[in-house]
Every structure is written in structure tokens, then in C-alpha cells.
């Protein structure tokens, strides 16, 4: 089992997009018996709301029915997470540390794609059709990474 938690400042846009869209990739590629994927938050300035609304609908728009309360990032968090993938360099910084000696999980998820993007902020860009499809392509590059690097972890989906 591979365990992911994506990481944003207040969990409500980009990280929970992250999460449905990994949900549904893992789905799509026959693998979802061997992760398990949430979303968290750097601040707690959110704790407790669900997606904020304009992620909400780029999310609908594109077929998902995804529903989610912020939640914010702990130590415990970081522990049981294989990897711990962030969205920026101020995400990166906060959650290295806090993760202290668990720090070689914590990854910038849009370094997966060869040009090592940060995943822009909705927040403050308002454009939620480029930060959906930079996690996608974020997204498929991290599994992609994933399945190439850790073949064995995914021979129970095969059989079953």
C-alpha cells in the first residue's frame, strides 16, 4: 500500500483538486487497491471548510462528484505517508519543517514533470482551468514515476 497525502496552504483548492484527481487516475489505471490518497493543509485558517467553490466547479465540470472538509497537515500525517506532495516552495518549506527527520518524503508534486513546475495558486491567480491542469499533468508524471519505481507494489491490483 502506497500511501499519499497532497499538501496546499488551506486545503481547499489545489490540494483536494490533487487528490480527486489522483483518485480518479488510479481508478482509471486499475491501481487503486494499493494507495491510499488524502489532502491536507500547511494553516489552519480553513480547518473544516469544505472546497472552495471555484475549485468546486472545475472539478464538476469535469465529471467529478467530490466532496471534502479542510483538514489540517500533522506530524502523524507525515508518518504514515509514503510521500507527502506539496504545491509550492512556501508549501515545501512549512511542511519540511514540521516533517524534521521524516523530511525525504516531502516532494513538490509538479517536480514530477520534466520542466519541475510549481502548481500556481488559484486563490490568488483565479484561474482554476490552469491549476487543474497542472495537477493533472503533475498527477500522471507522479504515477508514471510511481509504477516505474515501485513495480511490486502494484501486483496485487493485477490479480485481483
Known amino acids: 500500500m502506497i500511501a499519499v497525502t497532497f499538501v496546499c496552504l488551506g486545503n481547499i483548492c489545489r490540494s483536494p483538486m490533487a487528490e480527486a484527481v489522483f483518485r480518479r487516475l488510479i481508478e482509471e489505471r486499475g491501481v487503486a487497491l494499493s494507495f491510499t490518497v488524502n489532502s491536507r493543509a500547511t494553516s489552519d485558517c480553513e480547518e473544516g471548510n469544505p472546497v472552495y467553490p471555484p475549485a468546486q466547479r472545475a472539478l464538476k465540470a469535469r465529471g467529478y462528484d467530490f466532496s471534502h472538509r479542510a483538514k489540517m497537515l500533522s506530524l502523524a500525517d507525515i508518518k504514515n505517508a509514503d ?27 509538479g517536480h514530477f514533470l520534466p520542466e519541475k513546475i510549481e502548481i500556481a495558486d488559484p486563490w490568488y491567480t483565479r484561474d482554476f482551468d490552469r491549476t487543474y491542469n497542472e495537477i493533472c499533468a503533475s498527477c500522471n508524471a507522479f504515477l508514471d514515476y510511481l509504477i516505474k519505481e515501485h513495480a511490486e507494489a502494484f501486483k496485487y491490483d493485477s490479480r485481483h
Open 83 to 109: 510521500y507527502v506532495l506539496v504545491m509550492d516552495r512556501m508549501n515545501l518549506a512549512d511542511v519540511t519543517y514540521l516533517a524534521g527527520a521524516h523530511s525525504e518524503k516531502v516532494r513538490m508534486l
